[in-house]
Structures are given as C-alpha cells and as structure tokens.
T-cell receptor
Framework: ETGVTQTPRHLVMGMTNKKSLKCEQHLGHNAMYWYKQSAKKPLELMFVYSLEERVENNSVPSRFSPECPNSSHLFLHLHTLQPEDSALYLC?????????????FGPGTRLTVT | QKEVEQDPGPLSVPEGAIVSLNCTYS??????FMWYRQYSRKGPELLMY????GNKEDGRFTAQVDKSSKYISLFIRDSQPSDSATYLC????????????FGPGTSLSVIP
C-alpha cells in the first residue's frame, strides 16, 4: 500500500447522475493531484492542490469539480458526465515543495459512464 | 512532436531475460526522471527516480539517463513473471514540481 486510498474503486453512473470520488492520503504530504488515465493514453493531469489551494486546472470541463477541504483529503465531484469520461481516475500526493520529488498514487477509481 | 514518447509494446520476453524499456523526450529543461510500474487495475508505483545523467541501480533495476540525447532507459535483469506490468516513464523540469509529464507506458509480459 502506498498510503493513498481511493473510494469507490469502481463506479458506474448515468449521464444525469451526480457522484463524488474520494481520496485520502496518510503520508503527511501537502500536495494532492487528480489524474485521468484512458486506455493507451498518457496520464492526464486534471487538478493540483498545494497547501489546500488549487494551483493547476488544465482546462478540465466544468462537469468535474474538485474540492480539497484539508491536506489529507481530496474529492472530485462529478455531474452530467459523458461516455468519453469513462476512465481510471487516479489520485496522487507529494511533499511540496521538495527537491527529492515523488508522487505516490492511489489505486484509482474505475469510472464507467453509461 | 509529443513531449515524451515511449514504445507502447506489448513487449513479451522469456523469464530470465534482460528487458530494456526506453523513452525519448523533447524538452531539454527536464531534469528529474522517474519510472513507474503499474499492474493491472492498480495505480502506478514509483520504481526509480533520478536527476542526473548516468546510471542508477536498485536491485534488478537500472535507470539510465542520457540528457545529451534526451533518452532514458530502464533495464530489468533476470526478469520474472511478477515484472509483467505496464511501465511508465515520467519527467519534469527542476522547479515544476506539479507538472510531471508521463509517457503512454510500455506493456511488458514475462513468460515463465
């Protein structure tokens, strides 16, 4: 285990549903990330939070809404998703700043949009 | 040109073989280089991390960086079936701690 947990591990939702993904890190890190991993494509960085403030938003559609209430928890709120949003959503955390930089990943949430 | 390129495979080798996984990149400002291993239905786990040209060894794994050629490699000696996974290279600039660029991954199968 990497110290980063994600729930749920699998999620099937319709396009009109609202759901949330949760991530929790037990490593004492203060930066957290959401990535999207689609088949045969590189990981796509979606959001970055450093010290609970958002520092990156890579033109992600507004149907994805992140929330970082504290340095240990990160949420991704989902609403009116599209079938092309089906993917593995990975959460990661790291120490920020730090020259010896490592991101630790959770196991991911496999999302299927029907 | 993509920032990071990686042969997607799949790569299939017999147990005990030496495996070479490679990535090329275009951004000369990249200074930190990582290799992640991702098993099916799992998140990526960090295998190797280096920030200098040359070789870094950890058990059966050796990471090699050639900044002049913008080329990095991961060598796996005495490969085992448990090494079967997708291997992702990743890299970033010195101060861009939050902008790690990943390659698409190489799928490796080690056949007993």
């Amino acid at each position: 285990e990497t110290g980063v947990t994600q729930t749920p591990r699998h999620l099937v939702m319709g396009m009109t549903n609202k759901k949330s993904l949760k991530c929790e890190q037990h490593l004492g890190h203060n930066a957290m990330y959401w990535y999207k991993q689609s088949a045969k494509k590189p990981l796509e960085l979606m959001f970055v939070y450093s010290l609970e403030e958002r520092v990156e938003n890579n033109s992600v559609p507004s149907r994805f809404s992140p929330e970082c209430p504290n340095s240990s928890h990160l949420f991704l709120h989902l609403h009116t998703l599209q079938p092309e949003d089906s993917a593995l959503y990975l959460c990661a955390s790291s120490q920020d700043p730090g020259q010896d930089y490592e991101q630790y990943f959770g196991p991911g949430t496999r999302l299927t949009v029907t | 040109q993509k920032e990071v390129e990686q042969d997607p495979g799949p790569l299939s080798v017999p147990e005990g073989a030496i495996v070479s996984l490679n990535c090329t990149y275009s951004n000369s400002a990249f200074q930190y280089f990582m290799w992640y291993r991702q098993y099916s239905r799992k998140g990526p786990e960090l295998l190797m991390y280096t920030y200098s040209s040359g070789n870094k060894e950890d058990g059966r794994f050796t990471a090699q960086v050639d900044k002049s050629s913008k080329y990095i490699s991961l060598f796996i000696r005495d490969s085992q079936p448990s090494d079967s996974a997708t291997y992702l290279c990743a890299m970033r600039e010195k101060t861009s701690y939050d902008k790690v660029i990943f390659g698409p991954g190489t799928s490796l199968s080690v056949i007993p």
